[in-house]
């Protein structure tokens, strides 16, 4: 079965620019399995940032972008607050209607 | 676009069914844009896609749960429905309810509801 990889932790400093990626464990991510991104709080419900590898969703403050590196789809968070630690998971489409989220990236900005 | 999700009770004994539905606003249920999924998330754990259903009533599943996993839609009621059987404590999570398209991802989530499997 296909896995979904994501660092499971990450840090940056208020101000800077962090990078999360989310890769398979076979194979390379392109547009074509419209990679997406959610991020969450604990006790809340996940929010959607980007969809389609790099659309951002409604109200999503453009420091949150989208793309793809190498074989790997990323989110990319430049000038970094406070309010930005989260857990973030990325989701795949296989196709098929099929769905696979990543393991989920927690996020500090210490 | 998601009302509310309703469920039977938040705990469920262990090897019964867990059952719960969610409730879309009227007329979208239909489009031929969305799936209308469901997503849980143990206690202190990542997110799990469980599956989806098309209002035509095309379903698709977790490899994992789809031995255990029914979803059904009734788009008179605008609702869509999921039945996990044989339920252990490994089941315990928060469900959402959710609308996802493959050019989207999930747009749209419902607000949550945890459920318990215990004896």
């Known amino acids: 079965q296909t896995v979904v990889t994501q660092e499971p932790s990450f840090s940056v400093s208020p101000g800077g620019t962090v990078t999360l990626t989310c890769g398979l464990s076979?194979?390379?991510?392109?547009?074509?399995?419209?990679p997406s991104w959610y991020q969450q709080t604990p006790g809340q419900t996940p929010r959607t940032l980007i969809y389609s590898t790099n659309a951002r969703s409604s109200g999503v403050p453009d420091r949150f972008s989208g793309s793809i590196l190498g074989n790997k789809a990323a989110l990319t968070i430049t000038g970094a607050q406070a309010d930005d630690e989260s857990d973030y998971y990325c989701?795949?489409?296989?196709?098929?209607?099929?769905?696979?989220f990543g393991g989920g990236t927690k996020l500090t900005v210490l | 676009q998601l009302q509310r999700q309703e469920s039977g009770p938040g705990l469920v004994k262990p090897s019964e069914t867990l059952s719960l539905t969610c409730t879309v606003s009227s007329g979208s249920i239909s489009s031929s844009t969305y799936y209308w999924g469901w997503i849980r998330q143990p206690p202190g754990k990542g997110l799990e896609w469980i599956g989806s259903i098309y209002y035509t009533g095309s379903t698709y599943y977790n490899p994992s749960l789809r031995s255990r996993v029914t979803i059904s839609v009734d788009t008179s009621k605008h609702q869509f429905s999921l039945k996990l059987s044989s339920v252990t404590a490994a089941d315990t999570a928060v469900y959402y309810c959710?609308?996802?398209?493959?050019?989207?991802?999930?747009?749209?989530w419902g607000q949550g509801t945890t459920v318990t499997v215990s004896s």
């Open positions: 076979s194979g390379s991510v392109s547009i074509n399995y419209y």
């Open positions: 959710a609308r996802q398209a493959y050019k989207y991802g999930v747009d749209v």
């Open positions: 989701v795949l489409y296989m196709g098929g209607g099929i769905w696979v």
